[in-house]
C-alpha cells in the first residue's frame, strides 16, 4: 500500500533524514540504528494469527522478522517512515 506513494521507506531504505525522524517519535527505542516499538502491542501481537513480519520481502529474499529479529517478539512493531511522493497515485 504505502510502496505505491513512497519514494523512500525507512528502514527498508537507507535514510539518515527519516531514520532521525523515527528516533524521534513517542516511545520508539533504537537498536542497531533501527527505530522499534517496543511492547506496544498485547501478549498475542497485532494480528492475532498471520503475522505480516513473516512474509518474505522481494529483494532480498528474506522475511522482516529475518530483517530485523526485535521483530520475533510479536509485541514489538517497526517505526516506519516514509517520503511520500504526492503526485503518485
Excluded: W
Aim: proline residues 8%; positive net charge.
Amino acid at each position: 500500500m504505502i510502496g505505491a506513494v513512497a519514494t523512500t521507506l525507512y528502514p527498508l531504505q537507507d535514510a539518515p533524514d527519516l531514520q532521525q525522524l523515527a528516533a524521534s517519535m513517542p516511545h520508539v527505542s533504537m537498536r542497531s540504528g533501527v527505530g522499534y516499538h517496543i511492547n506496544r502491542y498485547a501478549k498475542g501481537g497485532l494480528f492475532q494469527g498471520e503475522d505480516p513480519a513473516n512474509s518474505v520481502l522481494a529483494t532480498p529474499p528474506q522475511t522482516l522478522k529475518q530483517r530485523y529479529p526485535t521483530l520475533k517478539n510479536v509485541r514489538n512493531a517497526l517505526a516506519v517512515v516514509a517520503r511520500v511522493d504526492s503526485e503518485r497515485k
